[in-house]
């Protein structure tokens, strides 16, 4: 595929489960950045790799939220133990470089409701 | 902090009228400033971008200049269509090292564009 594809599309789950949201950025991009959009928000800041190297990790909101680029392509956000709160899109963005000059791209994004 | 403050939506226009939406920022250190859009049903896309003062970023008709001295980056259209109704996002990147290229996101605003 040509863009940033994200699995799966919508993820319901139970308060107290675990889950864990995919990400396929474009192929040899570099970077991989993780945002979380609540509803009617912009959206903010988890995480970024270069690579499998995790290089900021000061946006995810708790331990529960963790995050790995194990083989510096693919990506997988993991939410441990669910809340209410974590219920928001969870999106994706890829970029060619490892510096503000390249656009990122974004990907459709997951949408996780917690009941 | 670093933040983006954008006019609060939503905005209903008529079709060929002008467009204004308003985006001011708080940044340490030299920002560059962009506009992303999210259409209906679709992710968030790279509208224009400016990375240095005076700078004016253009596309698809909608422009924006890089005030540094008013901290604004202001999104003009001189006439909407009703296929430019979407969200739309201002947005920084803190340049320079020790900054790892994450976009600050302002809190979106709603463009509704009536035939």
């Known amino acids: 595929g040509a863009g940033v594809s994200q699995s799966p599309r919508y993820k319901v789950a139970k308060r107290g489960q675990d889950v864990a949201l995919r990400c396929d950025p474009i192929?040899?991009?570099?970077?991989l950045f993780w945002y979380q959009q609540a509803l009617g928000q912009g959206p903010e800041f988890l995480t970024y790799?270069?690579?499998?190297?995790?290089?900021?990790k000061s946006g995810l909101p708790s331990d529960r939220f963790f995050a790995e680029r194990p083989e510096g392509s693919v990506s997988t956000l993991k939410i441990q133990r669910t809340q209410q709160e974590d219920s928001a899109v969870y999106l994706c963005?890829?970029?060619?470089?490892?510096?503000?000059?390249?656009?990122?791209?974004f990907g459709p994004g997951t949408r996780l409701t917690v009941l | 902090g670093n933040s983006v403050t954008q006019m609060e939506g939503p905005v209903t226009l008529s079709e060929e009228a002008f467009l204004t939406i308003n985006c001011t920022y708080t940044?340490?250190?030299?920002?560059?400033l962009f506009w992303y859009v999210q259409y209906p049903g679709e992710g968030l896309q790279l509208l224009l971008k400016?990375?240095?003062?005076?700078d004016k970023g253009s596309n698809k008709g909608f422009e924006a200049t890089y005030r540094k001295e008013t901290t604004s980056f202001h999104l003009e259209k001189g006439s909407v269509q009703v296929s430019d109704s979407a969200v739309y996002f201002c947005?920084?990147?803190?340049?320079?090292?020790?900054?790892?290229?994450?976009?600050?996101f302002g809190q979106g605003t709603t463009l509704q564009v009536k035939p």
């Open positions: 192929s040899g991009h570099v970077s």
């Open positions: 940044a340490t250190g030299y920002p560059s």
């Open positions: 790799f270069q690579n499998e190297a995790q290089l900021d």
């Open positions: 947005a920084l990147i803190l340049r320079g090292s020790g900054n790892t290229g994450k976009l600050i």
């Open positions: 963005a890829s970029s060619a470089g490892f510096d503000s000059y390249n656009e990122q791209f």
């Open positions: 400016a990375t240095k003062a005076d």
